[in-house]
């Protein structure tokens, strides 16, 4: 898609808008991310969780210095999908009893999450080489490979997890 030099100064507020959600995104993760650990019985997904914890924190700072970078301060603007998301996630976890089943419902959110979040960033980035903003594009990019790492662990534990589930 061509952009032209009229249209930049839109993209560069959506950006901005969107670099916002991102970190309201981030923070409202961080804040699910222990439930999920607390909630896990399968060690190596808890282990997984508590390490995508460590890298989310880092995201909500990578975040928050773009944000200053492009306007001197950080702020958020609602994130209405992570709302949507978390609250899904927590009500499948307090719905599943059987505790077999639940790690398969937790890996199951936490995959709904992380694919919003790979869409997410890979929008941003793209957006930030249209408008020239090349050292953002550099850390949009670096958190999205985090992303899809942390979903690739997922999907290896969800395959061990789900077949002792059906076993
Ligand atoms: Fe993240």
């Known amino acids: 898609m061509k952009v032209f030099s009229a249209n930049i100064q839109d993209l ?9 959600k991102a970190l309201d995104m981030e923070q409202k993760i961080t804040k699910t991310l222990p439930e999920l650990i607390e909630k ?7 282990k997984a969780f ?20 492009n306007m001197g301060e950080s702020k958020t603007e609602t994130c209405k999908v992570i709302n949507g998301l978390t609250t899904e996630a927590s009500e499948t976890i307090k719905d599943v009893t059987d505790l077999s089943i639940r790690d398969i419902a937790l890996i199951g959110a936490a995959q709904q999450v992380e694919h919003h979040e790979i869409a ?9 080489e249209i408008l020239g903003l090349a050292e953002d594009a550099v850390v949009l990019e670096a958190i999205e490979a985090e992303e899809a790492n942390a979903d690739e662990l997922l999907s290896e534990i969800a395959e061990r997890v789900n077949y002792q589930a059906a076993a």
């Not at 997410?120 to 980035?125: D, H």
């Open 50 to 69: 508590e390490i995508h914890l460590e890298e989310t924190d880092g995201h909500v700072k990578k975040i928050e210095n773009l944000l200053r970078r």
């Open 40 to 46: 896990a019985t399968d060690a190596e997904l808890a």
């Open 120 to 128: 997410v960033y890979g929008t941003l980035r793209r957006w930030a």
């Open 12 to 20: 560069r507020t959506l950006y901005v808008s969107n670099l916002k």
